[in-house]
Each structure stands twice: as structure tokens, then as C-alpha cells.
């Protein structure tokens, strides 16, 4: 079955420093979804990518989805202690009713 | 945006009983829900697709009975853990989407702790 791989694990970084998440999935995505869970909470989605290559940025976050439609990354700049909690890409396939979620990176950021 | 309602947020409950969980979408009308299960620290495992008005569809490896889903409105999905153990101790979450954009809604999912 459709696997979704993402990478890191964990992320410590300093405030103000970057941040990039990278999902890797076995078959090619109709679309890939970024959704962010804090400490204690629910997820909640961020965005949806569709097209080859897309790139789409929400302030301090960019999103890329690659041109074969197999990879997708969260880049976070200059993090802020706002932005800690667990990151998780989902990607559906063309003929799937449902999306397969990645085992999500989770951030901490240090003040 | 849309809401999905996650009912009740913490359950404690002995080994043996059965325990009732509501996922409601506020706004919206979903055909399809989806229940999760989380365990600290870890990924969303997607265990049932709930379907109006037919059965769920469950994920390899999760048990149709001991995990009872019923969808019986467009805006109500239920998940019933039945003849709970220790073992079913978890955060359960569910999620509904729109199918126009197909993005996800969860709800704040439910603390199930069994004794």
C-alpha cells in the first residue's frame, strides 16, 4: 500500500533559526495536505498543494510540492516559539478516498 | 471555517464497559468521517472511514467489532469502543472534510483511559 515518509523525527532549533520538514511518498499524489498539531491539541490544516512543482508561502512557511508529485516540504524562516508543535504532511493518490499521513516532525523551539 | 465537534474530551471508564464517542460537523454536511487513533508522541493511525448511511470501511488490522462506527446522518458519526481493555487506552480523533477542497477538520479528539 501507499507508504508516506517524513523526516525529521524531531527538530530542536534556537528561535530565529530555520526550519525544513520533507515528505517523501512511494506513489505519485493527486495532492499532499501540511497539517499542524500543538502540544495537547488537534491537527489543523495549513494547506492543500495540487499542481507539479507548486509553491505556495503562508508568511514564514513555504510549502513545495515536487515536480513528480512523490515529494513535499515544509520550510519554516526565522522560527518563533509559536511555531512548536508536530507537523504532518498527508498524501492522497488519485484513486484513494482517504490520505495517507506521514509520522509527522516534531519542532521545539528554544527562546 | 468549518467546525467538527469531538464528544466527550476525556473519558475514564473501567475494563469491560463500552465507551461512546460523537464526532458532529456543525456547518456542514459530511458524507464521510474518518476516526484516528494516537498514541503519545506519535502519527495519526487512520482506523475507519465512516460512510453515511452504509457501513464503515476499517483498516487492516483494526477489529469491526470491537470498534463499532455508525454514520447515520450527515452531520453524526459514532465510535464505540465495546468491552474496553487497558490495551484501547488512546487519543481518539476524528476528522470530516469537505468534499469541494478536501481538507480535513478534526475534532479535539477524546482521552480514553481504561482501568
Known amino acids: 500500500g501507499q507508504q508516506v515518509m517524513q523526516i525529521p523525527q524531531y527538530q530542536h532549533v534556537q528561535e530565529g533559526e530555520d526550519f525544513t520538514t520533507y515528505c517523501n511518498s512511494s506513489?505519485?499524489?493527486?495532492?499532499i495536505q501540511w497539517y499542524k498539531q500543538r502540544p495537547g491539541g488537534h491537527p489543523v490544516f495549513l494547506i492543500q498543494?495540487?499542481?507539479?512543482?507548486e509553491v505556495k508561502k503562508q508568511k514564514r512557511l513555504t510549502f513545495q510540492f515536487g515536480e513528480a508529485k512523490k515529494n513535499s516540504s515544509l520550510h519554516i524562516t526565522a522560527t518563533q516559539t509559536t511555531d512548536v508543535g508536530t507537523y504532518f504532511c498527508a498524501g492522497k493518490n488519485t484513486n484513494a478516498g482517504k490520505s495517507t499521513f506521514g509520522d509527522g516532525t516534531t519542532l521545539t523551539v528554544k527562546p | 471555517g468549518a467546525v467538527v465537534s469531538q464528544h466527550p474530551s476525556r473519558v475514564i471508564c473501567k475494563s469491560g464497559t463500552s465507551v461512546k464517542i460523537e464526532c458532529r460537523s456543525l456547518?456542514?454536511?459530511?458524507?464521510?468521517m474518518f476516526w484516528y487513533r494516537q498514541f503519545p508522541k506519535q502519527s495519526l493511525m487512520l482506523m475507519a472511514t465512516s460512510n453515511e448511511g452504509s457501513k464503515a470501511t476499517y483498516e487492516q488490522g483494526v477489529e469491526k467489532d470491537k470498534f463499532l462506527i455508525n454514520h447515520a446522518s450527515l452531520t453524526l458519526s459514532t465510535l464505540t469502543v465495546t468491552s474496553a481493555h487497558p490495551e484501547d487506552s488512546s487519543f481518539y480523533i476524528c476528522?470530516?472534510?469537505?468534499?469541494?477542497?478536501?481538507?480535513?477538520?478534526f475534532g479535539s479528539g477524546t482521552q480514553l483511559s481504561v482501568l
Open positions: 456547518d456542514f454536511q459530511a458524507t464521510t
Open positions: 498543494l495540487v499542481k507539479s512543482g
Open positions: 506513489t505519485t499524489l493527486s495532492n
Open positions: 476528522s470530516a472534510g469537505i468534499p469541494a477542497n478536501e481538507k480535513l477538520f
